[in-house]
T-cell receptor, first 114, second 110 residues
Framework: EPEVTQTPSHQVTQMGQEVILRCVPI?????FYWYRQILGQKVEFLVS????????KSEIFDDQFSVERPDGSNFTLKIRSTKLEDSAMYFC????????????FGEGSRLTVL | DAKTTQPNSMESNEEEPVHLPCNHS???????IHWYRQLPSQGPEYVIH???SNVNNRMASLAIAEDRKSSTLILHRATLRDAAVYYC???????????FGKGTTLSVSS
């Protein structure tokens, strides 16, 4: 069964460093998403991406965040200057039909900012 | 997304059916009802979705009230692996993101 894969599974970084989280969505999917989940809290939407541009973003997704689909297969989330509060599990998701269809989520990348 | 209301938690015994309710009284005629779940230490996982008719798949059944103001996710025989947070979500349209609430935390005892 096709799946969304994310790397790294766990990254530890120092505050102020840049981090790139990578995702390989399911190959024929058209909609891409990043969510995050701080430990013990609910899953929070960050950004959605469709037709090579951001289609929606939350207030969490400020200028420190960016997304890119550099080569038609990878979908990356970059955090320019990490803060302690960026420590969370980051989930990538993809969908063929958007949110009215089925979203497939990856296993997540755990980011720890020291 | 249209507002949904779910109980914070529910408990079940293994091998018994579980009925997880969701109220969505402000649902519009074209809103699909989606259910996702999140197992411990994993990403959310699609369970089922429907519009008007009851739906079945290998994981669960979805019973939708005739007025569509509520729905029930049915796990026919709960297993320990079904212990998870279950989310009822009504996405506004394909281009908007799924917004997760607090969901219902299901505990399953052996």
């Amino acid at each position: 069964e096709p799946e969304v894969t994310q790397t790294p599974s766990h990254q530890v970084t120092q505050m102020g460093q840049e981090v790139i989280l990578r995702c390989v969505p399911i190959s024929n999917h058209l909609y891409f998403y990043w969510y995050r989940q701080i430990l013990g809290q609910k899953v929070e939407f960050l950004v959605s991406f469709y037709n090579n541009e951001i289609s929606e973003k939350s207030e969490i997704f400020d200028d420190q965040f960016s997304v890119e689909r550099p080569d038609g297969s990878n979908f990356t989330l970059k955090i320019r200057s990490t803060k302690l509060e960026d420590s969370a599990m980051y989930f990538c998701a993809s969908s063929l039909q958007g949110s009215t269809g089925e979203l497939f989520f990856g296993e997540g990348s755990r980011l720890t900012v020291l | 997304d249209a507002k949904t209301t779910q109980p914070n938690s529910m408990e079940s015994n293994e091998e018994e059916p579980v009925h997880l309710p969701c109220n969505h009284s402000t649902i519009s005629g074209t809103d699909y009802i989606h259910w996702y779940r999140q197992l411990p230490s994993q990403g959310p996982e699609y369970v089922i979705h429907g519009l008007t008719s009851n739906v079945n798949n290998r994981m669960a059944s979805l019973a939708i009230a005739e007025d569509r103001k509520s729905s029930t996710l049915i796990l026919h025989r709960a297993t320990l692996r079904d212990a998870a947070v279950y989310y009822c979500i009504l996405p506004l349209w394909a281009g908007t993101a799924l917004i997760f609430g607090k969901g219902t935390t299901l505990s399953v005892s052996s």
